[in-house]
């Protein structure tokens, strides 16, 4: 019996010992990958001078010249333009799916909504290259064009705005709209002046992650934006984006050419770092 | 002029049952687009030639599908264990303190890092450090470390919403804690683990960026896991991007959108189970 009872314990611990290696290596790796982009990045901020680089808008490999203001403005840029277009459209579906739609129109809208998250990535830049494209060339330009990017990405995006809205519309107490509601106020004034303002942070939230998402998309832009390094200025330009640059050109780096890279990876992870601690308060506001 | 408030709330219903009629239509247009001029080109002969690579476009999909499989089974071999005992050591020992939260904020932001810059991590790391060159082990890593913040996230939320009486019942009992968790804990919270397994799946199948840097994309058969090779989201975009075989880039999406939608079925079904054994339980 004593004997049985210490191979119990064994065990017990041992498992214990399992998991313990199995938790530890997880968060060391995942600890390395900061600390070594970090570590990468590092020359490339002291050699250049961290303002200088993201400053500067010229990027010429040959001449060991490295500023990403292009990139920057780029990926904002695209962004803010698909932003501009998937909020409304988000928010809306949210509260279609939230508040107004019957049951099965809901049960079309929620699986096709989960499908447009499982797409690949590549599927949408193929379909913007061959839709989107040939018919914005039309616009002027070559149609591989910041204006592309931003309408693949605003599909892209609605996913994520749609289901965050969503469940913040769905947990502003019942009573604030039954009290709306009570004092004669129609259904559209209730959800306007009453609902949406109650889940403002979610809403928030939710076009901070989808801005997360847009800032980190890599191969879909690559196929539809042009890649062209010059700063772009109406949305019929060519640009690139950020990690679009990463994504082209790392295989081939050496020097201080890779190091600037890393710190352009860094400068992603800053800008991610950010959405995600703004995304983080918004969303612990509206579980207060 | 001010519109009365019925005529208001007739324009916002239209505009709500607009945007949800846009979402449809987005996910139509891209589906049916890409079954259209894609799905001709499917056949034995698609599925079992390697494609040619380069320039050219011709040939199939066969070692794009070998890549795939390749990818897939290496990734979950390596972030399903490491993931799983993570997210068991933080939901039953790991309790809460400063520095768990710090390893739990961690975890969430890594979840958000674009794959690009796993991507930077895993090409400085394994390819060039250690010295792997270009190969399917390489982005299997890479993939791996991208995949692990969410696997251990889902795996935690799973064991964390299995009730605290069942474990009070089974230590009651005089089962230790490690029979406990194996016995009681993980069965109730297996359908949510398997749940975070097939979501790692499924982005192993669609991820892109950080393999197009660490695999190397060759279209020949990869015999080892030490092999230059590319995966069909790869295969897509190098056809796409190089050549103008966009008939076959499009069959390749076909295969693509298909196994997402089997990977979505069967997530939905385990969810449902899910929903209903929790409820039954509770």
Redesign the interface.
Known sequence: MIKIRNM??F??SA??Q??????A???V??????I??LR?GLPAFTEIGFFKFISGTTWKVANDDYGILSFIVGSIYVTALALVMSV???V??A???AE??PNW?RQ??R??????V??????????G???LVPQISKLGGSGDSILAAAIVLT?MV?PTI?SVSEDSIRSVPRVYKEGSLALG?????T??HVMLPAARSGILAAVV?GM?RA?????AM??VIGNSIKIPVSPLDPARTM?GS??LE??YATGLHWNA??AC?VV??IF??A??SIA?VLRGRTQQ | MRLSPPVTQKMAWAACWAAAFFAIAALLTIIIYVFARGVGEIGWAFLSTDPIGGLSGQGGIRSAIVGTIYIVVLTLAMAAPLGIGAGIYLAEYAGDNWFTRIVRWVIETLAGVPSIVFGLFGFALFVIALNLSFCILAGALTLACLVLPTIIRTTEEAIKAVPQGHREGSLALGATKWQTIRHVVLPAAMPGIVTAIILAIGRSVEETACLYVTMGGSANMPITPLDNGRTLSLHLFYLAMNTNAMEKALATGVMLIIIIVIINAITRWLSSRWMIRMQGRV
């Open positions: 119990r314990q065990s017990d498992w214990k399992v998991i313990l290696v199995c938790g290596s997880s968060i790796i995942l600890l390395l990958i900061i070594f982009t990468e409304p459209l988000g809306f579906c509260i279609f799916l107004v739609a129109m079309i809208v699986p096709a909504v989960e499908l447009l499982g797409i690949p990535s590549v599927v949408y830049g193929l379909v290259l061959l839709l599909v609605l749609i106020a129609t259904q559209w004034q959800i306007w992650l997360g800032i980190g998309e890599t191969m690559i196929m990690t990463l994504a790392i295989n890279l890393f990876g992603l992870l991610i770092l959405l995600n983080m």
